[in-house]
């Protein structure tokens, strides 16, 4: 017996109206879509273990979209009721001879009081006096006249009018005065998307991946720490249903990732390109970019096989905050470091400077380490103010 594998079709005409108030619950921003910790608050309600959760994330979410529309998430509310009756998460579940019509709603609890604490607060609001009185837009969809639907594009999150402005009214003008030629690229909407992006910069083994590793209390996949040179490649860390790495020429041509514009440094660049995507309370609400250590010494002498400045240089534009890490022991600025902060021009407000591994030496040392890293920066950041220097060890010993 085969079923039709959109669970929407299935689903009962009661059952699809307790889901579309179930989601509209959930999505607290209104923009149509569940992710992150809307839809983690809200799957917990059923109390499945956080193995199952995740097993009816990564099934539901089929097209890796990174969120769940009204579709996936009644596929979610399926699976939910069928782990609760005792059956197996699994991809086959959907297709199992399950009568998807008279299947019964999941036990969501708590919900029950959350919706109608929701109706109440919706209902009643306070007038200039501080009494509570009917609201004239609980009136209005009481009314007889409010039986016509509002149009959905009136209903929308903050992001998607900042993506109709951009479209109507800015893209234009950029498009006319060739914008992208000299300042930035157009933006497409996984830019809007995006999380908020830190990127690290610094020499090999000046903790870099380390400081990800504290950050995150684990280590991420596809990171190796040692006192070689071991990140060899730009790696995207960003949140995702399950551990994985994806190959930078995969990652760089899907529309809702932010990293299409990496396609002009070529292929060379895109195979020391990787995104390497984990569930992470941290990476809901961040994007970490960690990067390869800075050549310093006869090894400059090499040459990369891909424009390492114009890639930092890209990212620069594309992050909200940079970190460039140092080491007692690395103070040294070489010349391509050198050449790599002038790349960051224009965006000195995102520059902190880090001095990591400060534990490695005394307090008398510190004081030493701390004027000479002053003084080398000071001859490379073009600015009248003294640069403002962090100082920690950000291991897990």
């Known amino acids: 017996m085969e079923f039709d594998n959109s669970p929407i079709n299935q689903c009962s005409k009661k059952h699809e109206k307790i889901y579309q108030e179930w989601f509209n619950f959930a999505d607290s921003d209104g923009d149509g879509r569940l992710t992150g910790k809307d839809a983690t608050n809200f799957l917990e309600m059923s109390n499945l273990p956080r193995d199952h959760l995740r097993q009816v994330w990564a099934i539901a979410d089929s097209k890796r979209q990174g969120f769940l529309g009204f579709k ?13 009756a005792g059956h197996a998460v699994t991809s086959d579940s959907l297709n199992a001879e399950v009568d998807f019509e008279t299947l019964q709603l999941p036990t ?7 919706l109608a604490k929701k109706k109440r607060v919706a209902k009643w609001a306070p007038d200039r006096n501080g009494s509570l009185v009917l609201s004239s837009r609980a009136n209005w969809f009481s009314s007889s006249k409010s ?25 234009p003008l950029e498009v006319a005065y060739h914008f992208s030629d000299f300042v930035s690229p157009l933006l497409a909407n996984s830019d809007f998307d995006a999380k908020p992006m830190v990127m690290l910069l610094g020499q090999y083994s000046t903790g870099k991946t380390t400081f990800i590793k504290h950050l995150l209390k684990t280590s991420y996949p596809g990171a190796h720490i040692g006192p070689e040179p071991t990140t060899d490649r730009f790696v995207v860390v960003m949140n995702g249903p399950d551990e994985r790495c994806v190959p930078g020429n995969t990652i760089a041509v899907q529309a809702d990732m932010p990293f299409s514009g990496l396609t002009t440094f070529g292929t060379s660049f895109l195979s020391k390109f990787e995104c390497s ?60 470091f050198k050449r790599v902060i002038a790349s960051l021009q224009g965006h000195d407000d995102k520059i902190r400077v880090v001095l990591n591994k400060a534990d490695q030496v005394d307090t008398q040392q510190l004081m030493r380490v701390y004027g000479a890293l002053m003084w080398s920066l000071g001859k490379v950041l073009n600015t009248p103010e003294v640069t403002r220097v962090y100082i920690g060890s950000f291991n897990d010993r």
């Open 147 to 171: 039986s016509k639907k509002v149009p959905s594009h009136y209903v929308t999150s903050i992001i998607d009018g900042l993506k109709k402005l951009y479209v109507k009214k800015l893209k």
């Open 72 to 84: 996936e998430f009644i596929t979610a509310m399926q699976l939910v009721s069928l782990a609760q």
């Open 108 to 114: 969501m609890e708590g919900l029950d009081g959350l």
């Open 277 to 336: 995507q984990m569930p992470h309370p941290l990476l809901e609400n961040v994007t970490i970019v960690d990067t390869p250590g800075v050549l310093s010494g006869e090894k400059q002498r090499t040459q990369r096989s891909y424009d390492f400045t114009g890639v930092t240089s890209w990212f620069a534009a594309k992050c909200d905050l940079i970190l460039l890490l140092f080491d007692p022991h690395k103070l040294d600025i070489s010349d391509e």
